[in-house]
């Protein structure tokens, strides 16, 4: 069974940088796809980003230039770094796994499991 | 920036039929990319329901079930049950800006 937990700060002053990281167990770091995704409070879902198992990255272009998703094998574990942020940053943050269906190809792709979830809040 | 628009809010008693729509355009849902559906429960994270439009994931009952056509697709409900109470989201993926995941606006479904 793969499961998946967020771990970080959960207070982040303004334009300073966000850092999350998300523990697999029960799967490969290296063999699967990844991804975070974010909801703000009482908002719906905002796709971030991706890590995807061939090493290229996709990121939303809501926050193309200051996000950043990487692997660490040897951890078993990914990251997410989001750079000088502000309130409207402020959201839940999910890790999830990216699940290929029948084409490898995004559009065929969907998110199975998700993390627990952990509230970061942006302030000064 | 949702691109995918479902109702704010559907209802019905329990035993009932419910479907919630998703609609979206040219560059996702109709550029015959995959619809999958999201159950969130109050204070929970999202738990897949339905992938790869038409599928439901081990432990998902049988009660869910998900269609699309053209730009549109739906999720029903059958039987509906006190548990269904949460909010759903359909996902899809977008061609436009170079391409990116898009989720719908999210529904509340409350069982009466």
């Known amino acids: 069974q793969v499961q998946l937990q967020e771990s970080g700060p959960g207070l982040v002053k303004t334009s300073q940088t966000l850092s999350l990281s998300c523990t697999v167990s029960?799967?490969?770091?290296?063999?699967?796809?990844w991804s975070w995704i974010r909801q703000p409070p009482g908002k719906g879902l905002e796709w971030i980003g991706y890590?995807?198992?061939?090493?290229?990255?996709k990121y939303n272009p809501s926050v193309k230039s200051r996000a950043t998703i990487s692997i660490d094998t040897s951890k078993n574990h990914f990251s997410l770094k989001l750079r000088s942020v502000n309130a409207a940053d402020t959201a839940v943050y999910y890790c999830?796994?990216?699940?290929?269906?029948?084409?490898?190809?995004?559009?065929?792709?969907?998110?199975?499991?998700w993390g627990q979830g952990t509230l970061v809040t942006v302030s000064s | 920036q949702s691109v995918l628009t479902q109702p704010p809010s559907v209802s019905g008693a329990p035993g009932q039929r419910v479907t919630i729509s998703c609609t979206g355009s040219s560059s996702n849902i109709g550029a015959t990319y995959d619809v999958h559906w999201y159950q969130q429960l109050p204070g929970k994270a999202p738990k897949l329901l339905i992938y790869?439009?038409?599928n439901r994931p081990s432990g998902v009952p049988d009660r869910f079930s998900g269609s699309k056509s053209a730009t549109s697709a739906s999720l029903a409900i059958t039987g509906l049950q006190a548990e269904d109470e949460a909010d759903y989201y359909c996902q899809s993926y977008d061609d436009s800006l170079n391409g990116l995941y898009v989720f719908g606006t999210g529904t509340k479904v409350t069982v009466l």
């Open positions: 999830a796994r990216l699940r290929v269906g029948e084409f490898d190809y995004p559009g065929y792709t969907w998110f199975d499991p």
């Open positions: 790869a439009t038409t």
């Open positions: 029960g799967a490969s770091i290296s063999d699967n796809s």
């Open positions: 890590f995807y198992y061939s090493g290229n990255t």
